[in-house]
């Protein structure tokens, strides 16, 4: 947020910051036919813990005054960062890179290429701080 900040974007704008967080055994009590209140406890588990840590990033990174968006991750990370963009009429989506590149990209992706591919609004990509 600082280096979008330096930049002067948005400054009198609604931000939000959206966490798209994965439950895993979510996808297997599906497939082992847990009873849907048991997958909605641990989902509300993992949602809850899911907002602490971005709570604790957040203030780890002196961010404050965000609207925060969780997301359970049922479909790729892009899609979900793409469903809430179009949701919430972004005007602007920006992501933080990992700074991966070669074997390491060509094997996981890059969630924020596909961002990049697939976005109706405009993208910023911040690399990490090593990559300056």
Known sequence: MQRVEALGIGT???RSVLYVFDAPALHLMRVNTVVKEEREHYLADE???AAQQ????LSS??????????R???APA?????????KERADLVV?????RGGLAKLVIGSVTEQVLRASAVDVLAIPPAHAD
């Open 12 to 14: 009198r704008a609604r």
């Open 47 to 49: 949602r809850m813990n």
């Open 54 to 57: 971005l709570s604790d990033f």
């Open 61 to 70: 990174a002196g961010i404050h005054g965000l609207e925060t968006i969780l």
């Open 72 to 74: 359970n991750e049922e």
């Open 78 to 86: 892009a899609f979900e960062i793409l469903k809430v963009a179009e």
């Open 95 to 99: 992501l933080a890179t990992h700074g």
